[in-house]
């Protein structure tokens, strides 16, 4: 038997983008990312996309009220989350529950029944999520650092947990019927299918389930301040928590690649080196806003100052030299690795949503990887380590009164 080459599909169906992404693996796996979310409100709306998701995941009439239950009894992996500039709703099973599957998030996006009922239940749900988050050891360091680098209210308040449970209690049907009217039209909803499936089949249900529509795209909004901050959170801890952001206008496709690489250098400084940190996470987000990248570490406080000395230096020294190749291919094969063993594949075409580029099979990603240099992660560094923009927050007990004159 002749083995098809599989390739992604790109297709308009009444006006909604799908990505068709078939693949010789035994499960499916559909997504929808709605470009709304935090971006979208206000200081008195901060969480309705947020209650809107968990109200819109039981509104498909076959769940009775209840699909986290409907998806329990039949095998699948549901759930849904409300980010920065999209809303993410997910169900992953095996290959004879796809037409269902489809039905349902085809409804829960366009034509969802938002019930009253769950309304009031969900409510309760989602005070206690946003209670956690309160309860986090970042809650505060995390909302100063936003105020700072976002500009849109929305994302400044988007983890302030002590405003959305203010407002839930206000929230009413109507407001998240007019939210879901206002922000859930085909050009905000992109639709993900990966896994085992037939492009032919797949569109025709698609084809039957998707309403007609017409809509105007929302308008873009530029999110970050650009403005070089050092700020300061009060916390009895032991240690100094850091928050360093820079923001940047590119979205890089070795964003994974990159991540791995700036991590390891880091690490290799700051721990390996110099004795400071025990580790350091290294995030490159990427959504509507375009990308940003956040450094994220804890140190004891008498090595605080030292080091934010080598950590800016040796990020410094990324955008002037070439770094060690063998770095960049230990960082290539581990990406390769995950490419075969943990990739989300349908997160990864999600983002097709914000990022409109050919969008790849796990084959082509494993040879684009391949392709990438040192050359072109020094670009990367070049654009992302701007110092003038930079936000930088730390938590702590003790206030160093920070100035970015210490660090010319
Ligand atoms: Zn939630």
């Known amino acids: 038997m002749k083995t098809r080459k599989q390739s992604v599909q790109i297709k308009k169906i009444h006006g909604y983008t799908v990505v068709l992404a078939p693949c010789p693996i035994d499960t499916i796996a559909v997504r929808t990312v709605v470009h709304t979310g935090f971006i979208h409100e206000t200081m008195t709306t901060s969480g309705i996309h947020h209650l809107l998701e968990h109200v819109s995941v039981d509104g498909w009439k076959p769940c009775k009220l209840n699909c986290i239950q409907y998806w329990n009894k039949r095998g699948c992996v549901m759930n849904a989350t409300t980010g920065n500039t999209e809303v993410n709703y997910f169900v992953k099973g095996l290959p004879d529950m796809t037409e ?77 019927k007019e939210a879901h009217q206002r922000m859930y039209t085909p050009e905000t909803v992109m639709f993900v299918v990966y896994g085992n499936f037939s492009v032919p089949v797949i569109t025709k249900l698609m084809t039957s389930y998707l309403p007609m529509s017409n809509s105007v795209p929302p308008y873009p909004f530029d999110c970050f301040s650009y403005q070089k901050e050092m700020l300061y959170v009060h916390k009895d801890s032991p ?81 002037r030299t070439l770094i060690d190749k063998e770095i960049l291919i230990g960082q290539q094969q581990k990406m390769i690795y995950l490419y075969h063993t943990k990739y989300d594949y349908d997160i990864y075409y999600s983002t097709y949503a914000y990022h409109k580029r050919s969008m790849y099979t796990k084959p082509q990603l494993i040879r684009k990887i391949q392709e990438s240099t040192v050359q072109s992660f020094r670009s990367f560094m070049k654009e992302a380590i701007v110092f003038s923009q930079c936000t930088l927050a730390y938590q702590g007990k003790k206030n160093f009164h920070l100035d970015w004159k210490m660090f010319k």
């Open 239 to 319: 240690t100094v928590t850091v928050l360093v952001g820079f923001p940047m206008k590119t979205l890089w496709n070795e964003r994974g690649l990159y991540e791995h690489v700036l991590r390891t250098l880091l690490f290799d400084e700051l721990r390996t080196k110099h004795s400071l940190v025990y580790g350091i996470t290294v995030t490159i987000h990427q959504d509507h806003c375009s990308s940003s990248l956040v450094i994220d570490f804890e140190c004891l406080p008498e090595v605080f100052i030292k080091t934010l000395h080598v950590l800016f230096h040796r990020l410094m020294e990324c955008t």
């Open 100 to 176: 269902d599957i489809i039905r349902y998030i085809s409804t829960i996006v366009t034509t969802p029944r938002l019930s009253e009922e769950v309304m009031h239940r969900e409510k309760k749900a989602v005070i206690s999520e946003l209670s956690m988050i309160m309860n986090g050891p970042k809650y505060a360091l995390t909302n100063a650092f936003n105020q700072s680098f976002y500009v849109p209210e929305g994302l400044q308040h988007m983890d302030d947990a002590k405003l959305q449970l203010k407002n839930i209690e206000a929230l009413t049907m109507p407001m998240l």
